[in-house]
């Protein structure tokens, strides 16, 4: 299950190469080239597709999509999320830190780019709302993935930050 876990999150990192971390206490990192990339990602989705329809038929998405979700649901959303990104953000920066390969440091940082640029969006948000989003206190589950997450980070290989990011990937 663990090899499964670090192949899918692997594809989603990098389109063109398969980067396999192996789990502790190896600390070696390999790429190899896909082949059959579009080949993959439609078996996943065809995998999981009654999943995806539920999810895109919750109420929360359907509220976000159509208009109708109320601003205090979208503002405590917003905050979980921005307290998941600075967890997320800082475990792809340890990882970054921990990587063997250049180009594995590069990936974990361009993903980090891509939290913050994220976290700037939900600042926007907050400051036509007049939310300050430095003072959240994060829900049961959100604290509890948080801090599962950064305590694998400082404690773990990339192969063990990558498996424990798999879960908030999907």
């Given at each position: 299950?663990?090899?499964?876990?670090?192949?899918?999150?692997?594809?989603?990192?990098?389109?063109?190469?398969?980067?396999?971390?192996?789990?502790?206490?190896?600390?070696?990192c390999k790429q190899?080239?896909?082949?059959?990339?579009?080949?993959?990602?439609?078996?996943?989705?065809?995998?999981?597709?009654?999943?995806?329809?539920?999810?895109?038929?919750?109420?929360?998405?359907?509220?976000?999509?159509?208009?109708?979700?109320?601003?205090?649901?979208?503002?405590?959303?917003?905050?979980?999320?921005?307290?998941?990104?600075?967890?997320?953000?800082?475990?792809?920066?340890?990882?970054?830190?921990?990587?063997?390969?250049?180009?594995?440091?590069?990936l974990f940082h361009?993903?980090?780019?891509?939290?913050?640029?994220?976290?700037?969006?939900?600042q926007n948000y907050?400051?036509?709302?007049?939310?300050?989003?430095?003072?959240?206190?994060?829900?049961?589950?959100?604290?509890?993935?948080?801090?599962?997450?950064?305590?694998?980070?400082?404690?773990?290989?990339?192969?063990?930050?990558?498996?424990?990011?798999?879960?908030?990937?999907?």
């Open positions: 299950m663990l090899a499964q876990k670090v192949f899918y999150l692997s594809i989603l990192f990098n389109e063109q190469t398969l980067i396999a971390f192996l789990p502790h206490p190896y600390t070696v190899v080239p896909l082949l059959k990339k579009t080949m993959i990602s439609n078996n996943l989705w065809k995998t999981n597709r009654q999943l995806a329809t539920v999810c895109l038929s919750h109420p929360f998405v359907q509220g976000i999509a159509n208009g109708t979700l109320s601003q205090k649901s979208f503002v405590y959303y917003v905050g979980q999320d921005v307290f998941f990104l600075k967890a997320f953000a800082r475990a792809y920066s340890i990882a970054a830190a921990k990587s063997c390969e250049w180009k594995i440091f590069e361009t993903l980090a780019g891509g939290v913050k640029e994220e976290l700037e969006l939900h907050a400051a036509q709302w007049g939310i300050n989003l430095e003072n959240i206190t994060p829900g049961f589950a959100t604290r509890r993935y948080t801090d599962f997450l950064l305590a694998t980070a400082w404690g773990n290989n990339i192969g063990a930050i990558a498996t424990a990011m798999t879960e908030a990937e999907r």
